[in-house]
């Protein structure tokens, strides 16, 4: 169905955000894991590492005058 296969590319996005998060690059995380609450809007791991990336990215922009 669907919905599977959206589940699926969600849980695909979610292993790719997941290899950069832990590569400390967050900035390519944030985008995989927006990626994968998009393709599943019910998907609250993603969104809770798209926060805590959104987070850490606004923390370092803060730190360096607003340059990434």
């Known amino acids: 169905t669907p919905e599977e296969n959206f589940r699926e590319q969600a849980k695909h996005y979610m292993s790719l955000g997941l ?20 393709a599943d809007g019910t998907n609250a791991l ?14 370092v922009l ?3 005058g607003g340059f990434l």
């Open 19 to 38: 290899k950069a998060y832990k590569a400390e690059n967050y900035k390519l995380a944030a985008g995989y894991f927006q990626k994968a609450k998009d």
């Open 46 to 59: 993603a969104a809770k590492y798209l926060a805590a990336t959104a987070q850490y990215l606004t923390a």
């Open 62 to 64: 803060d730190a360096r």
